[in-house]
């Protein structure tokens, strides 16, 4: 396998930023304003309420969950300005009455997969009430983004898929396509986002679910302007995400960006694939779309019971894996031109954290306007907010590079049936496009 060469001489560098955060001062307005953490018991909830206070502390944080002493437990870190609420999202009665008085909530409280109503975003709609999400499944973002008439209608800002990835990484690739536009010659033709966890990134069962989810889900990828539709964790590519992580093996998921991405920034082809580590998980999670059926793997009853099956090995293997995190965004222009994003940390459960409070210190600070919006849309995020968000998330990096010009990219990966006939070559002239 080869990965893609990195140079060097790159436009804009970020690298090896300290964990020393700089306090952020708020309009005046919104300096001391109530924010909701929806699934604030959880590790991603958790870790953006840390987040929040560290870079904000005047901000009141309330941390909503189901599990009191949780509750109590991490409002005893964070301090006077943070207090506890029992919220069931479940319930319409318990979400609006949560709402109230509450200037902007952040819905943590996965997984979004094989979710069948936005009740969350619906209460901030009927509270008038800012919104931010970190879902990561396509069908929810798109549900989501239907309320844009409604959340205009009541002057609402609200933002869906703005964590990590996706979140972070959407605006990495809008801010590489908008150079290349305003500094190639050619076109954007190909995006492609490529992330790697090393095992569950710390975040524990949540994300393991959403794994196994996300395993039940045809892949929507983009080849050319015409959307095609391939097997999940297929398409497998060896990656260099650089400095501190390496080569990694990645393989086709099914992730809201490719959409959003392909819509709004308006490149032909993309696709995004997904790597962890001990590589026998990757083994584990081929394995897995194979002998499992599909209805298996979307029934959210038993993919619970697998999470609990397997749980006990993952956390056991993650403390010899640790949690390093890395996304790699590579945009290809129809000139030859080509630019790298990279974004890499030693945890994953802290730069979750970060990634999610600066999207919420985007919103407090105005950069949001009334609708249903994705990190990559300007009225999401505004374009002369791009550059602040990316360093606020970038808070303890071991690598942050934008821009980067790269070598085009001679990537290799095997067959998607693992066969030698024309259904494998097919396939393998599919995956060389994207």
């Known amino acids: 396998m080869a990965g893609a060469s990195l140079h060097l001489n790159c436009t804009t560098v970020l690298a090896s930023l300290q964990e020393n955060q700089t306090r952020v001062q708020l309009p005046e307005k919104t300096t001391n304003s109530r924010v909701l953490l929806l699934g604030g018991t959880g590790r991603v909830g958790g870790s953006t309420a840390i987040a929040l206070s560290k870079l904000c502390p005047d901000l009141r944080i309330i941390v909503g969950g189901r599990n009191r002493e949780k509750g109590a437990a991490n ?14 999202i479940n319930n319409v009665k318990s979400l609006e009455a949560a709402l109230n008085d509450v200037d902007l909530v952040v819905h943590t409280a996965g997984p979004f997969q094989q979710a069948e109503k936005c009740t969350v975003l619906e209460a901030a709609i009927e509270t008038k009430t800012a919104y931010l999400d970190v879902c990561d499944d396509t069908t929810y973002a798109w549900r989501a983004k239907s309320f844009l008439e409604k959340a205009v209608s009541a002057n609402v800002p609200a933002i869906t898929t703005g964590g990590i990835y996706p979140g972070v990484s959407n605006v990495m690739a809008a801010e590489l396509v908008r150079v290349a536009r305003s500094e190639s010659k050619g076109k954007p033709e190909r995006l492609r986002f490529s ?5 569950t990134g710390g975040a524990g069962p949540t994300i393991l679910a959403t794994s196994f989810l996300l395993l039940g889900e045809e892949v929507e990828a983009y080849n050319k302007g015409e959307k095609i539709k391939l097997n999940p964790y297929s398409g497998m590519l060896n990656i260099d995400f650089g400095k501190g992580i390496g080569k990694r093996d990645v393989y086709l998921l099914n992730l809201p960006e490719v959409r959003s991405a392909h819509e709004i920034l308006g490149v032909p082809t993309v696709s995004a694939r997904f790597g962890t580590a001990p590589f026998f998980w990757n083994w584990g999670m081929e394995i897995m779309t194979k002998l499992l059926p599909m209805e298996f793997l979307r029934d959210r009853s038993k993919v619970q019971e697998l999470v609990q099956l397997f749980d006990p090995v993952v956390r056991a293997l993650d403390g010899i894996a640790g949690e390093r995190v890395s996304m790699r ?22 730069s979750v954290g970060y990634s999610t409070a600066a999207f919420a210190l985007a919103m407090l600070e ?13 009225e ?3 374009i002369e907010a791009r550059d602040i968000l990316l360093k606020r998330a970038a808070q303890g990096t071991i690598n942050f590079i934008m821009n980067n010009l790269v070598n085009p990219c001679d990537f290799h990966q095997a067959p998607m049936d693992g066969g030698n006939g024309s259904k494998g070559a097919r396939t393998r002239d599919i995956h060389m496009r994207f």
């Open 380 to 382: 999401g995020i505004a």
């Open 75 to 88: 409002v005893a870190k964070l301090g006077e300005n943070s207090e506890y609420a029992e919220v069931n």
């Open 366 to 378: 105005g950069s949001t306007q009334p609708g249903v919006w994705f990190p990559e849309e300007p």
């Open 195 to 199: 992330y790697y966890t090393a095992g």
């Open 329 to 350: 965004v590579d945009l290809e222009c129809s000139d030859g031109r080509n630019t790298v994003g990279i974004f890499s940390h030693r945890r994953l459960s802290v």
